[in-house]
């Protein structure tokens, strides 16, 4: 027989239209919780699931959540559409999106992701367009497969960041900003070329969809209720876009 919530987790399952963060270690009953929460939220307040986004931050939990919410409906004889509730991996999340939207965005069809072994790859391929670029060598020393993987943390980075590239390049007091701004726009264009994303770059594309009105506006009525495990490891991007997503309500 499953545990009633305490009064704390109670209190995190009804509290759904304010912001909400909750704070809690290994063993708090925090699957649970959120579990109970969407539940509450389906059956007691009639959302519809396609109005629900749950991220998370490995494939593993994803899937944990799914059948938990699966066998909790289940036993309460409430029918629950998964399929429609935009639940994963923040990446996986946004590529759903971006499929859906992709007449808003630049993406061509069938286009590839990149793991991070074919994203180096990439890059290794098309060394010598990087090593001819300007002040490459105030960004990276190295050579080969090293040299792949410094130019793949660095526009990685930019991308977790969301640095402003045409910023970057007027920075006059440093070579080394505008380097940077030129390496990941040189990179930018290879992929482009390839038709393929990186896990970094999904969530600029994904940043760059919201600057849609219409896109924005359109997300904003759909994914009524944001929650988001382990929050903590959210980066610059990744929490720029899901404040931007939940305002103005903040049901997040």
Same mark, same amino acid.
């Given at each position: 027989m499953a545990l009633e919530p305490n009064k704390q987790q109670q209190l995190v399952i009804d509290t759904t239209e304010q912001p909400l963060l909750v704070i809690a270690g290994p063993g708090a009953g925090k699957t649970k919780t959120l579990v109970d929460r969407v539940i509450h939220l389906i059956v007691d307040k009639k959302v519809d699931s396609s109005n629900i986004m749950i991220? /998370?931050?490995t494939e593993k =939990? =994803? &899937?944990e %959540?799914? /059948?938990r919410i699966s066998n909790k409906s289940q036993e309460i004889g409430c029918i629950v559409n998964l399929s429609d509730m935009y639940i994963g991996t923040l990446h996986s999340i946004f590529l759903r999106i971006l499929e859906e939207y992709r007449k808003h965005t630049t993406l061509k069809r069938n286009y590839r992701l990149l793991d991070d072994f074919e994203q180096k790859y990439l890059i290794y391929k098309n060394a010598?367009?990087?090593a001819s670029l300007n002040n490459i060598s105030v960004l990276t020393p190295s050579s080969g497969w090293h040299f792949a993987e410094d130019i793949s943390n660095l526009v990685n980075k930019v991308a977790e960041e969301n640095l402003d590239l045409d910023r970057l390049e &007027?920075?006059?007091n440093t070579k080394t900003l505008? =380097? %940077?701004a030129e390496l990941t726009k040189a990179y930018r264009s290879i992929l482009k070329e390839e038709n393929a994303l990186d896990?970094?770059?999904i969530q600029t594309y994904m940043w760059n969809l919201l600057k849609d009105e219409y896109v924005l506006n359109d997300l904003r009525a759909k994914l009524?209720?944001?929650m988001v495990d382990e929050y903590q490891d959210t980066n610059r991007i990744q929490e720029a876009i899901l404040l931007k997503l939940a305002a103005p309500n903040n049901r997040i």
């Open positions: 991220a /998370t931050f =939990a =994803a &899937k %959540l799914v /059948t010598s367009i990087f &007027k920075c006059s505008p =380097a %940077l896990f970094s770059i009524q209720y944001i």
